[in-house]
């Protein structure tokens, strides 16, 4: 069994890291931790866990942390960069779900997460946690930084098209919509139910943190700097992203519909719908699975793709899993084909 911790376990990605292994027949989990609530049962906080796990929150010290196998961290961003390099000398792989290690350029990541890196020597060696991309590079890493909800649903949309060099990659935008979950566990006015419903806005319009991750993983895919529009939104639901992804066609493209459906058929977590079709974000909701459509308006050059992930699950916790299979050599989908939850 894979001897797993969790740090930062009382936010919104450490319990969906709680459902989703406690159906996983290769983990035990043996350490939970927040400073919280350290002393208290895990299915005390989360009644709905109540008869998976027998385990009280501890406080995240390294003596702990380094009898386990694997650590997902579930943490704001600055966390993991204070611990990571301490538990990879104890030969503990490390699965960081915030954005400690995913920017590769150390001055940009201070720039966008306004704090001083504290280990920047690791970020070369932290693998982007992006299976449909790097799955052979994330079967031999020791630490991976998953990627965020937004950039998960925009690459994976974008991925065929640029990887044909079929698109035009200095006039990319991304319509990107995302549920309140996404802004973490805490209390915050904006977020509020009485604020956030009834009501849809835009945010980050002059420049939204997940903008260079996006940047540097399209660029990386294109052989070459790419240039980005990316507007999020806030929508008055829990869970889910919605990606409405426009680009104009640099060549004929011929069957785009085809194109993807021959680049994703291998591919269990992405799921490209008949030509036509309009994913809903309700689709996913639970799952791990990534929805795609493609459209092609008046058969002009502009293409528009439609991508939807639950961000909690692929755009987060579910991915942190498929990472963590592919790091120990078992099957990628174990413990991973949930159904999305309908209605």
Do not use: W
């Given at each position: 069994m894979i001897k797993v911790g969790i740090v930062g376990g009382t936010g919104y990605t450490g319990v969906e890291l709680l459902r989703v292994l406690a159906g996983h027949p290769k983990v035990t989990v043996v350490v939970v931790t927040s400073r919280s609530d350290a002393g208290i049962r895990v299915d005390a906080v989360y009644p709905n866990l109540r008869g998976y796990y027998d385990i009280v929150f501890s406080l995240p010290e390294l003596t702990t942390l380094a009898d386990c196998d694997v650590v997902f961290f579930a943490t704001p961003n600055g966390t993991a960069m204070l611990m990571a390099e301490q538990l990879l000398a104890k030969g503990v792989k490390v699965i960081d779900l915030s954005a400690d290690f995913r920017l590769k350029d150390v001055q940009q990541w201070q720039h966008w997460y306004a704090m001083e890196h504290a280990c920047p020597?690791?970020?070369?060696?932290?693998?982007?946690?992006?299976?449909?991309?790097?799955?052979?590079?994330?079967?031999?890493?020791?630490?991976?930084?998953?990627?965020?909800?937004?950039?998960?649903?925009?690459?994976?949309?974008?991925?065929?098209?640029?990887?044909?060099?079929?698109?035009?990659?200095?006039?990319?935008?991304?319509?990107?919509?995302?549920?309140?979950?996404?802004?973490?566990?805490k209390a915050e006015l904006a977020m509020l139910m009485s604020e956030t419903g009834e009501s849809f806005k835009a945010y980050g319009v002059a420049g939204h943190r997940h903008l260079p991750e996006i940047s540097q993983g399209l660029s990386q895919m294109a052989g070459e700097s790419v240039k980005l529009t990316f507007v999020p939104h806030l929508t008055p639901m829990i869970r889910g992203i919605h990606a409405t992804l426009y680009g104009q066609l640099s060549i004929d493209a011929g069957d785009v519909q085809s194109l993807y459906e021959n680049y994703y058929k291998n591919e269990y977590f992405v799921d490209v719908l008949p030509a036509g079709s309009h994913p809903d974000t309700r689709n996913v909701r639970g799952s791990n699975r990534c929805q795609i459509a493609i459209h092609q308006?008046?058969?002009?050059?502009?293409?528009?793709?439609?991508?939807?992930?639950d961000n909690l699950v692929k755009g987060a916790s579910g991915q942190?899993?498929?990472?963590?299979?592919?790091?120990?050599?078992?099957?990628?989908?174990?413990?991973?084909?949930?159904l999305a939850l309908y209605p």
């Open positions: 020597e690791l970020i070369n060696q932290a693998v982007y946690g992006l299976p449909e991309i790097n799955r052979d590079a994330i079967r031999q890493a020791n630490l991976v930084a998953c990627p965020g909800c937004y950039p998960t649903a925009v690459q994976l949309g974008f991925l065929p098209l640029i990887e044909h060099c079929l698109i035009d990659t200095q006039h990319l935008i991304a319509d990107v919509k995302s549920g309140v979950s996404g802004a973490g566990r308006p008046q058969g002009q050059q502009t293409i528009v793709v439609l991508s939807v992930i942190a899993v498929q990472v963590m299979n592919l790091m120990f050599n078992i099957e990628e989908t174990m413990g991973l084909k949930h």
